[in-house]
């Protein structure tokens, strides 16, 4: 049973940062890719960022030059350093496998205003 857990989301202005951090138990996980994503309210979820095993990285267009995904084996953790931010990035984040995903975690809100 793989458990997910995120942190580092909170309040910010337009034009600041957040380090995101995602901690995965009961799974071997250098060997899986994993993602980012994103749900705001009355909207679906959205995948914005994933990295393989080896480090290769996507993001869709919104988010791309402003956030970045990357990953600490030895620590079965992903990040996802977000910077020059929006209102429009306002959103409960949550991390995943980008296929076959496990069961969700309870997400961290990242709320972008001024």
């Known amino acids: 049973q793989v458990q997910l857990v995120e942190s580092g989301g909170g309040l910010v202005q337009p034009g600041g940062s957040l380090r995101l951090s995602c901690t995965a138990s009961?799974?071997?996980?250098?060997?899986?890719?994993m993602a980012w994503y994103r749900q705001a309210p009355g909207k679906q979820r959205e995948l914005v960022a994933s990295?393989?095993?080896?480090?290769?990285?996507n993001y869709v267009a919104s988010v791309k030059g402003r956030l970045n995904i990357n990953r600490d084996n030895a620590k079965s953790t992903v990040y996802l350093q977000m910077n020059s931010l929006k209102p429009e990035d306002t959103a409960v984040y949550s991390c995943?496998?980008?296929?076959?995903?496990?069961?969700w975690g309870q997400g961290t809100q990242v709320t972008v205003s001024s």
């Open positions: 009961g799974s071997i996980f250098s060997i899986d890719a």
């Open positions: 995943n496998r980008p296929y076959r995903t496990w069961d």
């Open positions: 990295i393989t095993s080896a480090g290769t990285t």
